[in-house]
């Protein structure tokens, strides 16, 4: 298994389980049991946002690194899993730390078409490699 696969795998893991552990504790400061907070743009709403995104790509970036790290990825494909690990982050620092939702920012940018970009060059070089 080639390391650097691994520890992004590992990193994203954590990322979500993180993010996850930070809505609980924001609930159970805040006093919301469900749903979203009141406040649109409050911290909580920003860390289940950033949690909600995380969860929704992280497992398949996971499969893909865990594919490629078995195989013996090429350089290209390493800088594209490292690519899309620190985008992953990027975004939820630009979901987290900016205060409001509603507007962009350049790391939610950056982060979210560096995604969609790595990923999608990724699963181009899973099909180029049967």
Do not use: K, Q
Request: net charge positive.
């Amino acid at each position: 298994m080639h390391p650097v696969a691994l520890y992004c795998t590992a990193a994203l893991g954590g990322l979500l389980f993180l993010l996850g552990l930070s809505v609980s504790i924001l609930r159970f400061r805040s006093g919301v049991g469900a749903g979203p907070s009141d406040e649109r743009n409050s911290l909580l709403n920003r860390v289940i946002r950033a949690h909600a995104n995380t969860a929704e790509f992280a497992p398949f970036l996971a499969v893909i690194f865990l594919y490629f790290g078995w195989r013996g990825p090429s350089s290209v494909v390493v800088n594209l899993i490292i690519a899309a690990t620190v985008c992953r982050f990027l975004i939820v620092v630009g979901l987290v730390a900016w205060p409001s939702l509603g507007r962009p920012n350049p790391a939610r940018f950056v982060g979210a078409l560096g995604t969609y970009l790595c990923g999608a060059a990724l699963c181009a070089a899973m099909v180029a490699s049967i």
